[in-house]
C-alpha cells in the first residue's frame, strides 16, 4: 500500500489516490477538495509535478483529439516540427 501524498497548498480534503502507470511513468490521481470547490489532482511523483483540474479544465482536455497530445508530446520533447501529417500546434 503507498502512502498518500501531502495536502497542496489550498488543499482542505483529499480523496485516496490511485495509480495509472506504464513502462514510462506513473501517475497519482485523486479527488481534492478546495475553498473553490472540487478538483481533481494529478500528480506525478518521479518528476513532482502537480496540477489541479476543475470539471471546466477537464471537460476541455476531454473535447480533444488524440493527435492533440501526440502534438503536445513532441512540445515537450523537443521536437522542432510536427511529423508530415500531424499539423501544427
Known sequence: MSTEPPLGEGIVR??????IGNEFTGVRVRKVWTRQ???????VPKRDYRILL?????????AQEPER?????AISFGAE?????????
Open 14 to 19: 483529499a480523496g485516496e489516490s490511485f495509480g
Open 37 to 43: 470547490g472540487e478538483r481533481l489532482e494529478l500528480h
Open 54 to 62: 476543475d470539471a471546466m479544465q477537464l471537460e476541455i482536455i476531454a
Open 69 to 73: 497530445f501526440s502534438e503536445l508530446f
Open 81 to 89: 516540427e510536427p511529423a508530415p501529417g500531424e499539423g501544427s500546434v
